[in-house]
């Protein structure tokens, strides 16, 4: 069984060369759902929609760990998947989201005020602030969207993704922990850091290897099952030439693919 990523673009290659630069032995499966993107101006019915068809379609790739590593799907659907959709479809398969390992990230400090810039519907399920505030209950969260970053970055825009760093940083000047919610963002850390030179800025392409390393040495029974030949596929739902140029950006020497029809 293969290890599967799932992102609603591209933004979720940063996590993947995470984890093929931690555990490069391990065959991996990138899906990109760029035929839908951006989840974070959607409706929950919709993201719920697309993150399962995503998740069939990589369970029929042989996946049998996948991680979602779009913030906004992760906000929205895991849940249920791990709760309804996997025990009825698949229930050999485990699912993982990157909120809880990148929360546990911006505690690790000692934080008191933690900022989260992230996409419109990430931001209104309250996620981060729920899963923070379970690990400290006097925590000052701030969350804040951004709904134009993901655009500009898809289309290779990193102009523009710049100034829209700077229109939002003002809003974290006082955080002790920001965190970037969003698999994208990664591409813009260090304009962040560069305008947030005091805070902390929790980036998800800096951990995820690590995390996902850590997780598979405690639950051997998943390990022993994933297959080890070093091979890695990189699909998406829809193929246009710039993709490749922002793929290439995100993860230098790949190529992306259309995603196989299924019969």
Do not use: W
Not at 172 to 200: Q, W
Not at 213 to 230: A, M, N, Q, T
């Amino acid at each position: 069984m293969k290890i599967g990523v799932f992102d609603s673009g591209l933004g979720g290659l940063v996590v993947t060369r995470a984890f093929i630069d931690t555990m490069p032995e391990y065959d991996y499966v990138y899906y990109g759902d760029t035929a839908n993107l951006p989840y974070g101006e959607k409706k929950a019915g919709q993201i719920l929609s697309y993150t399962l068809d995503a998740l069939k379609y990589l369970i029929s790739q042989k996946c049998g760990l996948i991680i979602i590593a779009c913030n906004t799907a992760t906000s929205v659907a895991l849940r249920y998947i791990q709760q309804k959709f996997i025990p009825a479809y698949a229930p050999d398969v485990k699912v993982l989201g990157v909120v809880i390992p990148t929360v546990e990230e911006a505690l690790r400090g000692g934080a008191a005020k933690v900022g989260v810039v992230a996409t419109r519907a990430t931001v209104a399920s309250k996620i981060y602030t729920a899963e923070l505030r379970k690990l400290n209950p006097q925590l000052k969260v701030t969350e804040v969207a951004a709904p134009e970053l993901v655009p500009a970055i898809e289309q290779d825009d990193f102009a523009a993704a710049e100034k829209i760093v700077a229109g939002y940083a003002p809003h974290f000047a006082e955080m002790d922990s920001l965190i970037l919610g969003c698999t994208h963002y990664p591409l813009v850390k260090n304009c962040f850091r560069r305008l947030l030179p005091g805070v902390e800025v929790i980036s998800q392409d800096e951990l995820m290897g690590a995390k996902l390393k850590d997780y598979l040495r405690r639950h051997v029974e998943i390990d022993i099952c994933l297959s080890r030949e070093g091979q890695y596929r990189f699909l998406v739902s829809r193929s246009e030439r710039h993709y490749q140029d922002v793929a290439q950006k995100l993860f230098p020497g790949i190529s992306i693919c259309p995603k196989e029809v299924q019969a």
